[in-house]
């Protein structure tokens, strides 16, 4: 599953991985929270979004865009906020994650790190075969993560024992708020 995290506007995509760097379309989609909404509620919303889509497709993995500086501060803020939402879910439901730059999502699926939008919709495209480009960017974007994420570099481990690594983090991290609460 990659997510594009956004407060008003958040790409969830999910793809499964296929022999010798295929991929297949799953799900693609954005999420949207009424801007009117007021912060918590649009919060909550994602987060409720995002986690019925985990429990849906049951992915793997969770690939999330890493927050990067730019001029917009307030965009910046409601995108740590959603990534937050996303690094919370997915250790709550033991997934692992990664964390990807969009010019490496970028340079993954169009081989240009600084590819325009309507670039990375038509890689994406042609690499999940879909009869035409994602739609909206957030959507293209999400899966491009996805993508990305299913063609990285193999570290020798299976997906079964990543995710046990995942819910050996989760289990320590536990014993350790309960041991926090105690003393």
């Known amino acids: 599953m990659g997510v594009d995290p956004g407060l008003t506007r958040c790409g969830v995509g999910v793809v499964e991985e296929l022999p010798r760097r295929g991929v297949a379309f799953v799900f693609g989609d954005t999420i949207r929270a009424d801007k009117e909404l007021s912060l918590e509620v649009r919060i909550q919303f994602v987060a409720n979004e995002i986690e019925r889509l985990i429990l849906e497709y049951k992915p793997e993995a969770i690939a999330l865009e890493r927050v990067f500086a730019q001029a917009n501060l307030r965009s910046v803020m409601g995108v740590a906020q959603i990534s937050g939402v996303v690094l919370y879910l997915a250790a709550r439901h033991q997934i692992p994650i990664h964390m ?36 909206p960017a957030d959507t293209a974007d999400a899966l491009a993560i996805a993508i990305t994420q299913s063609w990285r ?26 041991a926090s609460r105690k003393g």
Do not use: Y
Request: proline share 8%; glycine share 4%.
């Open 100 to 135: 990807h730059t969009p010019s490496e999502v970028k340079a993954a699926v169009t081989g240009n790190g600084r590819a325009a939008k309507p670039q990375i919709a038509s890689a994406v495209q042609k690499i999940l075969k879909l009869a035409a480009p994602p739609t």
């Open 153 to 178: 570099p193999s570290t020798g481990e299976s997906a079964a024992l990543r995710k046990t690594k995942a819910q050996e983090a989760w289990l320590a991290a536990e014993r350790a708020s309960k």
